[in-house]
């Protein structure tokens, strides 16, 4: 299992923007897809972004597209998560994970988490 850190987690007001980091244990395998889930407590964890080691495509929940962009750095082993113009909806704790699949993410490809960051968006 791979370890995940994130970090970046903080409070904002409405239209205030957060950049989400995660670290890895070790070299993360160049076709494994990474990318964040997000939880409210009473909700299940839904999708927020995922992107492809290997290939750098990225895909977004219909709720953060145009707001939030996934980006990697290969030689830190990182991933990140801008997100701008952030909405009280926001608000959760959000979850680093890794995926099974080379160029998608999902609940059921999941095969790591992180500990989550909580981000709190104040109107």
């Known amino acids: 299992q791979v370890r995940l850190t994130e970090s970046g987690g903080s409070s904002v007001q409405a239209g205030g923007s957060l950049r989400l980091s995660c670290a890895t244990s070790s070299r993360t395998v160049s076709n494994n897809a990474m990318g964040w889930f997000r939880q409210t407590p009473g909700k299940e964890r839904e999708f927020v972004a995922s992107i492809s080691w290997k290939g750098g495509n990225t895909n977004y929940a219909d709720s953060v597209k145009g707001r939030f962009t996934i980006s990697r750095d290969n030689a830190k082993n990182t991933v990140f998560l801008q997100m701008n113009g952030l909405e009280p909806e926001d608000t959760a704790v959000y979850y680093c994970?890794?995926?099974?699949?080379?160029?998608?993410?999902?609940?059921?490809?999941?095969?790591?988490w992180g500990q989550g960051t909580q981000v709190t968006v104040s109107s």
């Open positions: 994970a890794v995926s099974r699949h080379p160029m998608s993410l999902s609940r059921q490809t999941v095969t790591s």
